[in-house]
């Protein structure tokens, strides 16, 4: 087994236990590659299909490339698309000039709150690693969240031998974090492997490509010649530059990044 | 391009002995940082008025940057030329203990790390110990903070000494014990000028040398179900293969409950058709034969089946906040099997930071950082393997209060294999042939013997109180139980007889005919029959099971029946509207030999049923099955 194999089966094991443990469950589909790779991944562990709703949370900020995968892959994949949209912070202008974690809160964290609510679901299985933040690298791969959503960060069950803590009390729902023994090289080796379907956005084009996808006013492309999996994976081995970098709302302050994910942010 | 392997590696140590900023300079001497996180760090120091700290790097959390502990395991990774590093940085303070399990838990090697300053400390040998315990046989020792004790090797050996006796009582031999300064970057990635006395290998040079686990695949197959799918017309036991090799058209045995199937493909998507999957694969696979199978089974082959049983021995660590007492029921968890289980007995209590032997009886309970020698005993036989023969068969956790509290190891040990007993085959060589379930093994499922409480007594003397009392109580004790009375065999098996002798002889014929089946089904039933004859008696006890048959004579006088007469039914016997009423006009033979007699003109109905519970516990009735 090479290491790839390792985390391919590491990562089908948890979404199967997630999906017999946890009622009403349902995965944030975002179509960037850590969520194409889940994708990709729960086709392998449940015989070709997906078994559970894929909640795509969208802005009215999001990048075309990406909606027009979306809708694509859920014709050809056969997907439960859910699109969540907090319409209400919308109608009143909603927006990043109003301030970037604002803006944040608003469309995406308030966002997911309601559709979690309105949909009552249990489990939600999310794209994170552990190599994206430090706050990622204190993750679970089963973590619970109350009902506020908090993450209580201090005082996490153990999780050992991959036992996971799935009796839930009530008010909570679990996170599920398949990919979180991943990183973003893995993901790049593994979706050439697979030859996973990804927006072309990833690949350089005139010199500039784009490392980590988020709405169009807050996601900058990185200056790149890499317009193959080799030579992303070839960059990545190089650069001293983080994968949120390109993420406008992290930069707002020290810990900006933090109090988002602690308020119920992926 | 090559793959890229990965060791994961756990670093533990007494708190304050420099973890954090070990790893800091780690991640700075294997330029792994980001551009601009030191210049970061350095800011965010300064606005606090702090030196410098290496230890921000892992601290990534605000709450940690102010109380300067690391809180909860972080994982991080850096490169080498030679592969990529997970690194585990688990805490030391006592407080997180199991966050420096749960982070060792998952590691192939380990970094542990005394300050020169303060030598082994109880941390130092608690980590130790459960590195042991947690399997992990990789493991170099770092001496740390060496520029403070003057980079003097007399430090370092009298540390290497002590600590290295502390290790050999339970068998570790660290691959290395190597002089360091984190905070200086001594004997990390290059070697130490200051320590020229060492000439073993530096930190990365270490690390370098380990080796990455492969999943056992030569070892005897365990494939534990963890799901059944049926998400088309194909049936698919899905699981992840946690040693051994599986191929089409293997026999499989399904433990517990010992069903035999072959293997008729193995589902893979997005290509199919393979005829062979290996340890540390979740695969799917579909059987010939569709037999029920349920998640928590574990297929193996036939000539190399796990153990079954329902107790064993374990060491166990607890974390819980609350003590796990002896007795207390909690959930089980070993590979997908879930189970409700207790503590039967403490055998061992270990101090992990002296290895000292506490007095286990001193209490009946672990408490929270505790480490123990147990047996453990399971609602339900349950299959697994001796942790020293197979690792991931062999070990389980504890859910308390829906958290995960505690884990263990199962202690090497003969066990008695269930199998025989509950099927009537050997483990060895299964072979399914009649899967003939015996009454023993309904009685160890049930937890207690089947049997008869046979009450004989007047009409009026309380035998259907007493009955429905002591059903309840028995109910409420978790046995299995039920009354047979004149209200449910008259008006149906015995709904042809009337009440001359000869038919109430067949009446109580067939009561215990039907007494004997339910005991045999593992059931303690009670019947309530006025059963006058001593001879029908005696030929009720002869049809059971030495032992079986408890007589329990339901004395009152019978004027005192008669005043009470619930029923209306002395009247009416006075009266010569019924004829062959016992005590009226039918006699009436009390036993010569009961096992008991109630006297319920003197005692109440729970006096009574409280001295046949008695009784039925001297007995050992619902006694633990040992092995």
């Known amino acids: ?266 | 391009m090559t793959a890229t392997e990965q060791l994961k590696i756990v670093i533990v140590g007494h708190v304050d002995h420099g973890k954090s900023t070990f790893v800091g300079r780690l991640f700075h001497d294997t330029n792994s940082l980001p551009d601009g996180k030191v210049e970061k760090i350095k800011a965010a120091c300064e606005r606090r008025g702090v030196p410098f700290e290496w230890a921000f790097l892992m601290d990534g959390l605000q709450a940690e940057r102010d109380q300067n502990i690391t809180i909860e395991t972080a994982q991080i990774w850096f490169r080498t030329p030679k592969r990529q590093y997970v690194i585990i940085d688990a805490p030391g303070h006592k407080e997180f203990l199991k966050n420096m399990i749960t982070g060792a838990a998952s590691a192939e090697a380990a970094l542990l790390l005394i300050d020169a300053t303060e030598g082994v400390q109880e941390q130092s040998r608690r980590h130790g110990y459960l590195l042991h315990l947690l399997g992990i046989r990789q493991i170099a020792v770092l001496v740390n903070k060496m520029d403070l004790k003057g980079y003097r090797e007399e430090t370092f050996r009298a540390i290497e000494t002590e600590y290295r006796a502390f290790l050999k009582q339970f068998g570790v031999e660290p691959t290395w014990f190597i002089p360091i300064s984190a905070y200086h970057g001594e004997n990390i990635a290059r070697p130490s000028a200051a320590m020229p006395w060492h000439h073993g290998p530096t930190v990365l040079e270490t690390l370098d040398s380990f080796s990455v686990a492969q999943p056992e695949q030569n070892l005897p197959l365990r494939f534990p179900i963890q799901d059944v799918y049926r998400f088309d017309d194909r049936r698919i036991l899905a699981g992840r293969i946690e040693s051994g090799t599986l191929r089409v058209g293997d026999k499989l045995v399904f433990s517990p409950r010992n069903k035999v199937s072959v293997v008729k493909s193995i589902e893979t998507w997005p290509v199919g058709g393979r005829t062979e999957a290996k340890a540390g694969e979740s695969v799917g696979i579909t059987l010939t034969e569709q037999i029920y199978v349920e998640r928590g089974q574990i297929a193996s082959h036939e000539t190399d089946a796990p153990i079954e049983s329902d107790v064993f021995q374990a060491k166990l660590f607890w974390l819980g906040r609350q003590n796990l007492e002896v007795g207390r029921k909690v959930k089980l968890k070993l590979t997908t099997t879930e189970v409700e289980c207790q503590i039967q007995s403490i055998e061992k209590r270990i101090d992990a930071s002296t290895l000292n032997e506490m007095d286990p009886n001193a209490r009946g309970y672990i408490a929270r950082n505790d480490v123990a020698e147990v047996t453990v005993r399971t609602k339900h036989p349950v299959a697994f393997d001796n942790y020293d023969r197979l690792v991931p068969t062999g070990r389980f956790v504890i859910v308390d209060g829906r958290q995960v509290c505690g884990g263990g190891i199962i202690s090497k040990g003969e066990y008695p294999d269930r199998r025989e007993v509950l099927s009537g085959i050997k483990s060895t060589n299964i072979t399914w042939v009649k899967g003939e379930v015996t009454r023993e093994a309904r009685e160890r499922r049930n937890r207690h013997k089947g049997g008869v409480v046979w009450l004989t007594g007047l009409s009026g003397a309380g035998k259907s109180t007493i009955a429905t009392e002591l059903e309840r109580e028995l109910f409420q004790m978790g046995l299995h139980t039920y009354v047979l009375d004149g209200d449910n065999v008259r008006h149906g098996l015995s709904a042809n007889l009337g009440f001359a002798p000869e038919d109430r002889t067949e009446n109580i014929r067939r009561v215990a005919e039907v007494a004997k089946l339910f005991a045999d089904a593992g059931v303690l039933v009670v019947t309530a029959f006025i059963s006058p004859y001593r001879d029908d008696r005696r030929l009720a006890r002869s049809i059971m099971k030495q032992g079986d048959f408890v007589e329990v004579y339901v004395n009152a006088p019978v004027e005192v029946c008669e005043q009470r007469d619930p029923k209306g039914l002395y009247k009416k016997a006075r009266a010569g509207q019924i004829k062959n009423f016992t005590g009226v006009s039918a006699p009436y033979e009390p036993p010569e030999a009961p096992e008991l007699v109630v006297h319920t003109d003197r005692q109440t109905v729970g006096e009574s049923v409280a001295q046949i519970i008695d009784y039925l516990k001297q007995q050992h009735i619902d006694q633990d099955f040992a092995i």
């Open chain 1, 1 to 266: 087994m090479d290491h790839l194999d390792k985390l391919e089966h590491q990562s089908i094991f948890i979404l199967r236990e997630a999906f017999h443990k946890i009622e009403r469950l349902a995965m944030l589909w975002s179509v960037g590659k850590d969520s194409q790779t889940i994708l990709w991944l729960a086709r392998k562990a449940f015989c070709g299909h997906v078994p559970f709703p894929c909640v795509f949370m969208e802005t009215s900020f999001d990048m075309p490339e990406l909606i027009a995968l979306r809708d694509r892959l859920t014709q050809e994949w056969k997907l439960n698309l859910v699109i969540a949209r907090n319409d209400a912070a919308l109608a009143q202008g909603m927006n990043h000039k109003l301030g970037r974690v604002t803006c944040c809160s608003a469309l995406l964290k308030e966002n997911l709150k309601q559709i979690v609510e309105k949909e009552n679901y249990g489990g939600l299985i999310v794209g994170v690693r552990r190599d994206e933040d430090p706050t990622r690298a204190k993750e679970r791969y089963f973590s619970p969240r109350d009902k506020h959503m908090e993450w209580n960060v201090e005082d996490q069950p153990p999780e050992l031998w991959d036992q996971f803590n799935t009796d839930l009390a009530g008010g909570t729902h679990l996170r599920v974090h398949p990919l979180l023994h991943w990183t973003e090289i893995n993901i790049w080796e593994y979706a050439q492997r697979e030859n996973i379907p990804n927006v072309p956005l990833y690949f350089a084009q005139n010199g500039r490509r784009y490392r980590s996808l988020g709405c169009v006013p807050c996601t900058f492309s990185i200056e790149s010649q890499a317009d193959t999996y080799d030579k992303i994976r070839e960059e990545l081995r190089t650069t001293t530059q983080s994968e949120r970098s390109v993420r406008a709302q992290d930069q707002e302050s020290e810990d900006a990044f933090e109090k988002l994910r602690r308020d119920g942010y992926m």
